[in-house]
Structures are given as C-alpha cells and as structure tokens.
C-alpha cells in the first residue's frame, strides 16, 4: 500500500471524520487519496485556522482533532494554532509534509526544520524517515496526545516517504503506553482537611471538563456544600445558574468569586494551574489557607505557596476517590454557606441597558435568551472574550470555547467553525471584536463553502479595545496603534463571501438580529456597534499596590 494511502487508513480506522486542512506540493498525494477516503477534509484559508478548527472541533466533540498542512509556509502557519492547543490542553494530531528525505537540511524549496519547530508547543514529535515506521508514529501519536494531560503530537512525513510503498500487515500496530504515574497516599490527610475546613471553596478547570469529571465535580460541591470558581478554562463545568456557582476569578472575574476565595481557609483546586491571569497578589488568599490540589501534571503543583496536598492524578479518578473517602460527609459551616450566599445574592452590576451607543453588557444580555444547552459559544481574545466570561449563562461542559493561556487573536471564527463540524446539529455562535476578526476573516469562505454556518456576534468597537483599555488606565491615555481607522463594512464583506449581514446601531436591534441570524440556516455575521469608551470591569491592575477597578459592580 501507498504510504499517503496507508496513512488516511491509519486513521480512518480511529474513527477520525473530519479534518482539517491546506494543501501544497509534497502532500498531493495525500490529498489525491483523499478524494477516495471517508474522512472529509474542510479546506481552510489559512494554515494558523486549520490548526484552531481542529482545536474548537476536539474542544466540542472530546475527540482528537486532526490538521495537515504542506512543508515549510505551510507547517509554519500551523505553528500558532498548535501553541494555542498546546498551552489549553487539546488532543491535537498535526500532519505535517516534508521535504524528500534525499535534500533534506539543503535547503531545498519550502523545506523548514518543523519536527524542531514544533518541539517546545507539542508533547511529542515524529519525522518518518523510513515509511515503514509510520504506524508506529500514528499509534504512538494517537496514544499520547489523549494520555495524561492532553495535548498536540506532531508527525513531520517527507514526500519520498508518502509516495514509497509500505507493507499492509504493518498497518494494525497497536502502541501500549506506559502508565501515567499517579499518587494519591495522602487522600486521607486531604479528607481531614475538608472536614476541618470552615470556609473551602473548590477551584476548577479545564482539566475537570477534559477529563469528563464535571458532574463529580458537582456531586462533591453538593455533597459538601462548597462554592465553586471557575477560571476561563473551566466554565460549563457547572451551571452557571446553580446556586454553589460563584463564576470566573481572575483578572476580569466576579468580586463575588474575588472575596470568597480571598476568604477561604481550604481550596480544592482541580484540574486547573493557578495561572498568573487567576492567581495573583489581588486574588490569593491568607498565608493560612491550605490547598488541595489534583492533577495530572506534576508541573502544575505548588505554584501557589502555601501549604498543600497534591493527588497526582487525573480530575476524575481524584473526585471520585474524595467523594467515596468522604462517604456521608455533610458540612458544618453554617456561617460560611451565608456569607457565600450573601456575596452571590450582592454580586450585581448597574446598567442603563438602553442607552447608545450599545454597551457589550447589553449584547450579552440578550444572548443569554437564546442561550439553550445545545448552543455552543466560543470567542476571540480581548475584552469581547471577557464579556463573554464575565455575563454568558453557560449551561454544561464543552459549551463554551476560549483561547485561555497563549490568548490568541483570531482563535473565535475558525474555532467556531470547527464546532461546528464536530456537531453539526448544534448551532454555534463566536463572539469576536473587530481586531480578531480581521484576522481571520478569509475563513468566512470556508464557513459558506463547506456548509459549517455559525453566527458571528461583532462587538465593534473601532479600536484593539483591551489594549486601549490598559493604555486608558495605566499609560495615561496615551492611544499608540491600537485605533483601527481603515474597518472595513463587515456587513458587505460577510455578503461578498455569501454569508448574511446584519448591522445594529441601537439596543432595541439586539435580540431580533439575533433571532433572525440563528434562524436563517447561513452563516451570518451581526456587525453590533458598542461604546468604544466601555472597559471591561472589574479590572484587577497589574501593579498590586493599586485598588481594584470595580466600574459598574456595586459590590
């Protein structure tokens, strides 16, 4: 069999039907095997989309998403997609094409050194010099980026080595990896410690919605009766609307999330990193406080400097265990379930909703009403992803999608767009400024031309509104490059692209350009112009010694 051949095989045979990618010289034979295949393969704009369609697509489905991009510019391009998948904990199998294994290191037309390229934003890396070890690296690959922390595995293939023939019988390999090592000896001690706690808060992650743990996550809170946070990374992993519920911590979080974790004596943190967006001179409780900490990923233990128990595990081995250790536990701190329903009952912010220009709290007020449990939301990187954070009623796991730790511009359309085509029942939503849109706004084509239609919800601001913001609070309204004075009219390019346009200047619009972008069946992009002079609040500075920036909060 033909080495392009018997690597669409490969994965075909793990069930992989879609992906995600660009072709070029040295992989038209794998393209040319394509047209025969039963995977389909979306054809993207641009490499970097490729790369974050897979991603939304894995982040949606909880399967492993799967890019290919041809040698050099190609393998280039996929580099920021594969670091966003990296620093969020993506299954990810990047396919890249290769210079002939005769030329390579001479410089030969589009060659790049991607397998060292890709070293330092993957968790392993394959260049299959010899075709048949290619199974190896597919079985290999397909084990690792699923195994323990998830993550993207790249697989480099020279041109000489898809086109030579490899052995058939080769092809059913099947790659045992070692055992993730775990520790878990001091579930006990940890089980002390919540009993003796006064005021426990639980901290989660993405690793609670990658492990598919959330609804043990939430078996312990009720259990225990404890408040949980969520950092950007692990929204839907409880309801939004449930009562232990308190929201997102961090730079832009709730101050309901803020006091009650500066107040705790105990944080279960799991499946989450203490990143410096979360936790922070603003947001770390008293030296006093203990944590308890599960993960997977030995690295992300004791960042926090205080005294801790860490169960080296994944999310929903370690819950389990804590919630059969604890048995019939019910707490006992009374006075701690009041404060925490006090401090969500004063959680509040005061808005004239009506007022124009828009303001984004608005739009996503009037989001949140056609926010079902189907409907799946991602967004770009800047404030727009902050409103969303901070207002959107997320109902269950996997429903919101978010660049968190590398924050990426342009991470919301193509994200969106592969959600799409993991669940193409479901309809899908981005919420994007006009920065990060126009980066990635060729995959409007993509969108139309593969029949993937989602809603794009513009926040128009004319301005790289999140640098602007810092520059307005701590550069002294010194603007440097972040006026975008040349938009374009989204609304006659989303039409030009054979997607739908819709333009609301006034707040009573909001909800009937919505009803009418999710009913049209097509991509449609609602082009919303909001207040340029709106921040984003609160608003933690970056300078401790400065107070916290509430704006609208009244807590």
């Not at 944590?291 to 233990?301: G, K, N, P, S």
């Not at 909703?353 to 939301?377: A, R, S």
């Not at 309204?477 to 692209?497: C, G, I, M």
Request: net charge negative; glycine share 8%; aromatic share 6%.
């Amino acid at each position: 069999m033909k080495g392009s051949r018997a690597l669409l095989k490969m994965l075909e045979d793990r069930d992989v039907e879609t992906m995600f990618g660009y072709p070029g010289g040295v992989v038209i034979p794998i393209y040319d095997e394509i047209i025969d295949s039963s995977i389909r393969h979306v054809l993207v704009r641009h490499e970097q989309c490729a790369a974050h369609m897979a991603d939304g697509y894995a982040r949606a489905s909880g399967k492993v998403g799967v890019c290919l991009a041809t040698s050099g510019p190609g393998a280039t391009n996929l580099v920021t997609g594969i670091g966003t998948a990296y620093a969020d904990s993506t299954p990810m199998l990047a396919l890249t094409g290769q210079v002939g294994t005769g030329v390579l290191g001479m410089g030969a037309f589009q060659e790049v050194d991607a397998y060292s390229l890709m070293m330092p934003i993957t968790k392993h890396n394959f260049r299959v010099l010899d075709i048949n070890r290619l199974p190896h690296a597919v079985a290999e690959a397909w084990e690792i980026c699923q195994t323990g922390r998830p993550g993207p595995v790249h697989i480099d293939i020279p041109v000489d080595q898809v086109n030579a023939n490899i052995d058939e019988t080769l092809l059913n390999e099947i790659y045992h990896i070692k055992p993730i090592p775990t520790d878990t000896t001091k579930l006990n001690l940890a089980v002390k410690w919540i009993k003796e706690a006064n005021r426990p808060v639980l901290l989660i992650g993405g690793g609670v919605i990658g492990s598919n743990a959330s609804s043990d996550v939430q078996k312990l809170a009720e259990m225990c009766n404890i408040p949980v946070i969520t950092p950007l990374m692990g929204i839907g992993a409880i309801p939004s609307e449930h009562p232990l519920c308190m929201g997102s911590l961090g730079m832009h979080g709730r101050m309901c999330a803020l006091n009650i974790f500066k107040n705790a004596d105990l944080v279960i943190a799991i499946g989450t990193k203490f990143s410096d967006r979360t936790y922070s001179a603003h947001t770390a409780p008293s030296d006093r406080c203990k944590v308890i900490q599960i993960d997977i990923d030995a690295t992300e233990f004791n960042k926090h400097h205080r005294e801790s128990i860490n169960l080296l595990c994944d999310a929903k081995k370690g819950t389990k265990m804590l919630i059969d250790a604890l048995g019939g536990y019910k707490d006992n701190h009374i006075m701690w379930d009041n404060t925490v329903k006090e401090a969500k009952t004063k959680c509040s912010c005061d808005f004239n909703y009506g007022v124009t220009p828009i303001i984004p709290q608005k739009v996503m007020h009037e989001l949140n009403k056609f926010l079902d449990k189907d409907i799946i939301v991602t967004t770009d990187v800047g404030q727009n992803q902050m409103w969303a954070m901070h207002y959107l009623d997320i109902h269950r796991p996997r429903q919101f999608i978010s660049s968190g730790s590398f924050g990426t511009m342009g991470f919301g359309l193509p994200s969106a767009i592969g959600a799409k085509a993991a669940k193409p029942d479901s309809k899908v939503v981005t919420i994007t400024g006009d920065g990060g849109l126009l980066m990635v706004l060729q995959e409007l084509a993509t969108s139309v031309a593969e029949d993937l239609p989602v809603v794009i919800c513009l926040l128009n601001n004319g301005w790289l509104g999140m640098v602007k913001q810092w520059q307005k609070l701590f550069w002294d309204k010194r603007y440097s490059q972040t006026h975008l004075n040349a938009d374009p009219d989204f609304v006659k390019v989303a039409e030009a692209f054979g997607a739908k346009g819709i333009r609301v200047e006034k707040p009573e619009e909001i909800q009937d350009a919505f009803k009418e972008a999710f009913d049209c069946g097509k991509t449609c992009l609602i082009d919303i112009m909001v207040d340029c002079e709106e921040d984003i609040t609160p608003m933690l500075p970056p300078n401790p010694t400065l107070p916290i920036i509430k704006g609208h909060c009244k807590y």
